[in-house]
């Protein structure tokens, strides 16, 4: 009996586990038996394996193989293993146990000439094998960019099995780590393309300092896409950490760029209005994959038309906007993304949508639930409603408004006095701040509380729209360079809930 061994990584979510690899060569019929849950792609491999394995100038072994990968109760998903089946079946065939093949986590799909392809989510899968202790890692080529964004680990990028043959044995090389250059380009689009639109645009500016959700209703051209766009260029770059997540979540979604990975500028994600439930909080069969919310992670997420969206996609946005994170259980276990993003809405007043108001045909029960597909609960959730009109002549010929530039630098103001207040309690923005700590440690005196105080009274808004309305008026003082908000402020912020905060 011989005996073969080599390790790769499962990524669960955005979390990886080691994975021993052995391989068993005994006496008995040929055949390949592989063990320890794989799913259809991984079973497929045994084909991969071999194919890559004798294109290379090996001989596949003539006797009983077997392939078992531990943890046994962990699922295995993916063509990920491949390079390490293909080491450990060398490995047990020419009963030859090499010190680096020890002390190497192994990451890659085979092609059948022996080519290594890249596969999804290596960056999680590097991160967890330093997490282990790990000193080497040997991946794609194609990955080897996104690869060396983990310090602290010797990351190699392969190009054939053949090659790797070599390393291995101690007398080839392999691709050594690269500097991969930021995907940090700029947006062409900018605030001052936007024609008009004061209340809008300050609206976008507040939501952008505080990171707030935000909800445009209005009829067709008046810049609503234009608006939700440009938001994330107001946003501040991404810190170190939150790029790592942040392209995590991409690698694992595989929409990272070969030549560019790392992604430092909050990115914007905007889903059709036919995306089912799967396609907005992620799904999938297996372990669930992640979904528009996760990869809005630390972004936007832009919906676009959204009373054309179903019901059961609207309400499953819920729990995210609550909790920052999105929890999906499906057969092979419990995915766990992070999904904090700031939520655009827009919306047209009713299904026709006419240039003139006047000229509407709708009935008021269709107008009604036109709208009515967004409950109360979620709207509630959003902190600024803004409803848009068109603009007359005079505005389209004045000059133009400011531009993202001359906004940014507002907004990276009032959020780095936000973050120097909340640091004590790590928080960051104001969005993010708990009612309690509002009421016990921030008190506002009762003066500049009473135009919220009688909306409650009133009930115009209820106790979670009373935390919101506090946190975009800590935004509003913020932005006017105020340590805390005055009367005015809570009035205006109270003018952004539904119905301008009257009844």
Known sequence: ??????????????????????????????GVHLVGLPDAALQESRDRVRAAITNCGNTWPMARLTLALSPATLPKMGSVYDLALALAVLSAH???????????????????DGRVRPVKGVLPAVVAAKRKGWRTVVVPVGNLAEACLVDGIDVWGVRTLAQLQSWIAGRGHLEDRICAAPSSEESTADLADVVG???????????????????????????????????????????????????????????LSGSTPLITRPPLVSPHHTSSVAAMVGGGSGLARPGAVS????????LDECAEIGVSVLEA????????????????????????????????????????????????????????????????????????????????????????????ERV??????????????GIRTNAEVSGALMRKHFRLPPTVMAPLHSALDRNVVSIRGFDRTMRVAWTLADLAGRTSPVREDMATALSFRPNGGTR
């Open 1 to 30: 009996m011989t005996l073969g061994q080599a390790f790769s990584v499962a990524v669960r979510g955005l979390d990886g586990q080691i994975v021993e690899i052995e391989a068993d060569i005994t006496s008995g019929l040929p």
């Open 94 to 112: 020419k009963k030859q146990r090499w010190p680096r093949l020890e002390n190497t986590v192994l990451l890659g799909e085979l092609a059948l």
């Open 197 to 255: 639109q004061t209340q809008a645009r300050y609206a976008v500016e507040v939501a952008a300092a505080g990171a707030h959700h935000l909800m445009l209703t209005g009829p067709p051209g008046v810049g609503k896409t234009m608006l939700a766009q440009r938001l994330p260029g107001l946003l501040p770059p991404l810190s170190e950490s939150e790029a790592l997540e942040v392209t995590a979540i991409h690698s694992v979604a595989g929409l």
């Open 295 to 302: 990869c809005a992670h630390r972004g936007v997420l832009f």
């Open 317 to 408: 946005l819920r729990t995210p906007l609550e909790e920052g994170e999105i929890r999906l259980a499906r057969r092979d276990g419990v995915a766990r993304y992070p999904a904090r993003f700031q939520l655009v809405l827009a919306a047209n007043p009713c299904p026709c949508a006419p240039a003139d108001p006047r000229d509407c045909t709708c009935p008021s029960s269709i107008k009604r639930r036109y709208l009515g597909k967004l409950s109360g609960p979620l709207i509630d959730r959003v902190d600024l409603h803004i409803e848009m009109h068109r603009e007359r002549a005079g505005a389209i010929i004045a000059q133009e408004g400011e531009s993202t530039a001359a906004v940014r």
């Open 412 to 425: 990276a103001a009032a959020r780095e006095a936000a973050a120097a207040r909340w640091k004590p309690h």
